[in-house]
Nanobody, 128 residues
Framework: QLQLVESGGGSVQPGGSLKLSCTVSEFNLGSQVVGWFRQGPGGKREGVACISSSGDMTDYPDSVAGRFTISRDNAKNTVYLQMNNLRPDDTGTYYC?????????????????????WGQGTQVTVAA
C-alpha cells in the first residue's frame, strides 16, 4: 500500500497562489499515474489534474484549466500542483492519488474511482 503525503496547503486570498506537493517514501512514484482531487463541503471528490507516469500527458477539467498546472519530478519522487488565480470555490481538501493504470490518461478518466492509493489530504482555503 502506497503512503502518499500531501503538503503545501494553507489559506490564501482570492487571486493568490499555492503550490501543493505529493510524495511517497519507499516506492517509485515514477511508475504511477498521479492525480490531484479536491473535496468541498458537498462531499464529492472532484479531479482537478492528472499526469502520466512520464509527465508527457496531463488532463484538467475546464474549471481549473489555465489556472492549475500539474508537474512531476520523478528523481525527487514528487508530484506538484501549482494553483494560480485561486477563487473561493477552489476551497476544499486536496488529495493526491496514484494508480498504475496508464489508460487513465489515454481515456481522460481523471476520476476518483480510477485510483487505488490515496493520501490524507491537505486543506486549501481561499477567502478574503
Amino acid at each position: 500500500q502506497l503512503q502518499l503525503v500531501e503538503s503545501g496547503g494553507g489559506s490564501v486570498q482570492p487571486g493568490g497562489s499555492l503550490k501543493l506537493s505529493c510524495t511517497v517514501s519507499e516506492f517509485n512514484l515514477g511508475s504511477q499515474v498521479v492525480g490531484w482531487f479536491r473535496q468541498g463541503p458537498g462531499g464529492k471528490r472532484e479531479g482537478v489534474a492528472c499526469i502520466s507516469s512520464s509527465g508527457d500527458m496531463t488532463d484538467y477539467p475546464d474549471s481549473v484549466a489555465g489556472r492549475f498546472t500539474i508537474s512531476r519530478d520523478n528523481a525527487k519522487n514528487t508530484v506538484y500542483l501549482q494553483m494560480n488565480n485561486l477563487r473561493p470555490d477552489d476551497t476544499g481538501t486536496y488529495y493526491c492519488a496514484a494508480d498504475s493504470a496508464h489508460i487513465i490518461l489515454i481515456l481522460r478518466q481523471c476520476i476518483a474511482p480510477r485510483f487505488r492509493h490515496w493520501g490524507q489530504g491537505t486543506q486549501v482555503t481561499v477567502a478574503a
